[in-house]
T-cell receptor, first 114, second 110 residues
């Protein structure tokens, strides 16, 4: 597609439930990133996928967070047993090969845990 | 990753030139400087990138002195639609991700 697409745009979930957030990167972009942004804060790196290499998961805050990327394209970020502190905007970005090529971000998924 | 320091916020009137300065004292030889812009309810958008001296595109100019310990993003004749958060980043070409600080919140006033 023309841009990075994320769904859903908004998600309200009850504490303790699992959620899945989806990202469709720009076609041909081999690198995909997940960040999250809390209200009024900067972006926090979560995970990085590059081609067929093992993902860099160094930013995942706990083992409740996981992500996969199928077929080198679509990615899903899963948060298990959501907590209120997980409430944030989750942003996905893609780029040609790595961060030095510049990111294109999606509009994000606003997650609210009640 | 080299740390960056930039003002938390700035105000400007419409039509004025705005200069946002970022310091990055620990920048490494291979690093370069990138600026992103973020509007409310959107992801950040790449606006300009440079290694040294001056870079200009249709949106902004980027000035980098010889010692590269700082950089200045210049927005000519801002309009209300330039109200956004501007992030200064130092990019390590070998790194796996970009580090975004809290940025500079620019408010353009009518």
């Amino acid at each position: 597609g023309a841009g990075v697409s994320q769904s859903p745009s908004n998600k309200v979930t009850e504490k303790g439930k699992d959620v899945e957030l989806r990202c469709d990167p720009i076609s041909g972009h081999t690198a995909l990133y997940w960040y999250r942004q809390s209200l009024g804060q900067g972006l926090e790196f979560l995970i990085y996928f590059q081609g067929n290499s093992a993902p860099d998961k160094s930013g995942l805050p706990s083992d409740r967070f996981s992500a996969e990327r199928t077929g080198g394209s679509v990615s899903t970020l899963t948060i298990q047993r959501t907590q209120q502190e997980d409430s944030a905007v989750y942003l996905c970005a893609s780029s040609w090969e790595g961060p030095s090529y510049g990111y294109t971000f999606g509009s994000g998924t606003r997650l609210t845990v009640v | 990753l080299a740390k960056t320091t930039q003002p938390i916020s700035m105000d400007s009137y419409e039509g004025q030139e705005v200069n946002i300065t970022c310091s990055h004292n620990n920048i490494a030889t291979n690093d370069y400087i990138t600026w992103y812009q973020q509007f409310p309810s959107q992801g950040p958008r790449f606006i300009i990138q440079g290694y040294k001296t001056k870079v200009t595109n249709e949106v902004a100019s980027l000035f980098i002195p010889a010692d590269r310990k700082s950089s200045t993003l210049s927005l000519p004749r801002v309009s209300l639609s330039d109200t956004a958060v501007y992030y200064c980043l130092v990019v390590d070409p070998g790194a796996n991700n970009l580090f975004f600080g809290t940025g500079t919140r620019l408010t353009v006033i009518p």
